[in-house]
């Protein structure tokens, strides 16, 4: 059962095609104070219908086609109107470079920013949220922890999902007779279609039989288990369903993934270690400039199956980031390191560690032996991150903007590694190409350090 409808995005994308079309045939009206004439039509809609899936390209870059969920939709405002400016920005470079267009429409690209993107926000934030099919799905939750709570909440806070949770047990309070009355009205209640369940908790077995025998009884009827409906919702493992089983059980990966993967990080790192020389004179000469001290640093790393590597960068920090001393925070970032961490620049020495094969471009982050230590200690299962090669980027670096870095948070690190463990079970090429893509809008957007 797919709580979000893959339906949404299919509508989301063909209502923002329509809107472009309808922005530009509004720009032109306005533009010449009259209907657009045929002429005008056969003039800009073609060069325009190039540009309209480049910038399709860019929503997406920017998560509007990703889950809408209450978060993103706060700020849905200023995605769209930071999108649009580098749309129009995109449009213009394209008018005037490629000649085959035939138009530099100056004045229409003006008009078009300010009429396309009012029309984005009504239909996104407006018309869009009108047209989702209404919740008709009633279910029961029955399962315990935080995580549980957490997505009981979710969901039926968000009108988003098809489903209502009527009912909460929560295992380690409820008894066991009051597991199978809860499991008897999904058998009896009609409007109860969905039971969500946490399989690995021993209390339910006393009422699977009762849950057997609704599927032979309802028309309408699905099982699902907890920890995969959290991780479609959160798009993330919650921790609290995390066992040894489960570590181990995801542990295998297609032979084919893995070669596919390091050829192409082979690959890949070439290419771009090349390309990336180009900004070394610049980079070290900013360093010097800075404070004179050292340009490249070596740092201590644990890398695949708790092997130490060591990754080279650009030294962004003026004090020690190694042993103990992370512990304490006794480390400074520079001016000029600053900068090189909000564009990225101080880790393009590692591509080299690519190549070698210490680091993947996507994988959890290589974390410091001392607070690798220090989470270990702390967070059950926090080695299971340790199973796959370490990563210049990754699916927590991207969904989790809060995490510690060099300092130390457990709490914020638990969540990080909520995300770790989701690439964990998911690594495929397709969410690597995705996580690469999301990485680069986050570069582009300065976004983060």
């Known amino acids: 059962m797919t709580f979000v409808p893959k339906r949404e995005y299919l509508v989301l994308l063909a209502g923002d095609l ?4 309808l922005s530009l045939w509004l720009t032109l009206a306005i533009r010449n104070l009259s209907i657009p004439s ?3 039509i056969k003039l800009n809609f073609p060069p325009f219908l190039i540009l309209f899936v480049v910038w399709l390209g860019v929503f997406f870059l920017a998560g509007l086609y990703g889950k809408h969920t209450r978060l993103f939709r706060n700020r849905l405002f200023n995605t769209i109107i930071s999108t649009q400016i580098l749309n129009v920005v995109i449009a213009a470079l394209a008018f005037f470079f490629i000649s085959a267009f035939g138009i530099t429409p100056k004045t229409i690209l003006a008009i078009y920013l300010a009429v396309s993107s009012v029309l984005i926000v009504i239909w996104r934030a407006v018309v869009f949220p009108r047209i989702r099919v209404a919740r008709n799905l009633h279910g029961v939750l029955i399962a315990s922890g935080p995580d549980a709570k957490a997505l009981a909440d979710e969901v039926n806070a968000d009108s988003r999902y098809p489903v209502t949770f009527d009912y909460v047990i929560d295992t380690k309070e409820a008894k066991s007779h009051e597991i199978v009355q809860q499991a008897c009205r999904v058998v009896e209640e009609d409007g109860l279609a969905v039971l969500v369940v946490d399989f690995a908790d021993p209390s339910l077995n006393v009422a699977l039989p009762i849950v057997y025998d609704a599927a032979f009884q309802k028309r309408r009827f699905a099982l699902v288990d ?9 798009d993330r493992v919650p921790l609290s369903f995390v066992t040894y089983e489960w570590v181990l059980g995801n542990l295998a990966r297609s032979r084919a993934y893995d070669g596919l993967k390091r050829f192409i990080d082979i690959v890949l790192g070439i290419i771009a270690g090349a390309l990336s020389l180009v900004f070394y004179p610049f980079v070290m ?12 640093i070596t740092q201590h790393r644990v890398g695949r199956y708790q092997k130490p590597i060591h990754v080279i960068k650009f030294r962004s920090m003026s004090g020690s980031d190694s042993g103990d001393d992370v512990l304490k925070s006794k480390h400074k970032v520079t001016r000029v390191g600053r900068v090189l961490r909000r564009l990225r620049l101080d880790e393009l020495p590692q591509l080299w560690n690519v190549i070698k094969g210490d680091l993947s471009f996507v994988g959890p982050r290589p974390e410091l032996p001392a607070l690798a230590a220090h989470y270990s200690a702390r967070i059950p299962y926090y080695n299971a ?8 980027t990754g699916w927590a670096q991207i969904k989790h903007d809060r995490h510690p870095h060099h300092g130390t948070d457990v709490a914020e690190t638990k969540e990080k590694l909520a995300y770790d463990l989701f690439y964990f079970r998911r690594r495929s090429l397709l969410l690597d190409i995705y996580i690469i893509l999301q990485t680069a809008r986050i570069i582009f957007s300065a976004k983060g350090s």
């Open 38 to 40: 045929t002429y005008l």
């Open 18 to 21: 329509a809107i472009f079309a």
């Open 226 to 234: 907890v920890n995969d409906l959290h991780q479609e919702v959160f």
């Open 385 to 392: 991150r340790y199973l796959v090669t370490p990563g210049l």
């Open 285 to 296: 000469l900013a360093i010097k400039l800075d404070d004179g001290g050292d340009i490249f």
